[in-house]
């Protein structure tokens, strides 16, 4: 699940894009490696620091990091249920 605060959870395990890979981390709430964002018309998570994007690689075996790219299938993400928060 995605938190509100842009962590990608799994239990108390977070997902970190540390710059050596993505992996599953415990969550520590200070943003940084685990800071994520979601764009619901692209269907894309770009972690915040580094502006590069989740993917699945080519064989669908591992999450990479990838320069964002909207039209590319492998980075596009669907929740199961979405609900975009609108502030003004």
């Known amino acids: 699940m995605m938190s509100k605060e ?3 959870r799994r239990d ?5 894009n ?3 890979g993505v992996i599953l981390f415990g969550c520590h709430g200070g943003k940084g ?3 994520w964002e979601y ?3 692209a269907k894309t998570l770009r972690h915040v620091s580094s502006s590069k994007c989740l993917a699945l690689t080519e064989a669908k075996d591992k999450l990479v ?3 964002c790219d909207s039209t590319e ?15 003004s």
């Not at 108390?12 to 970190?16: P, Q, R, V």
């Open 65 to 67: 990091m990838e320069r």
């Open 6 to 8: 842009g962590e990608i």
């Open 73 to 87: 299938g492998r980075q596009r993400w669907k929740f199961k249920s979405y609900n975009e928060t609108v502030t």
């Open 12 to 16: 108390d395990h977070c997902l970190d």
């Open 33 to 35: 490696n685990q800071h």
């Open 18 to 20: 540390a710059g050596g």
């Open 39 to 41: 764009e619901h018309e």
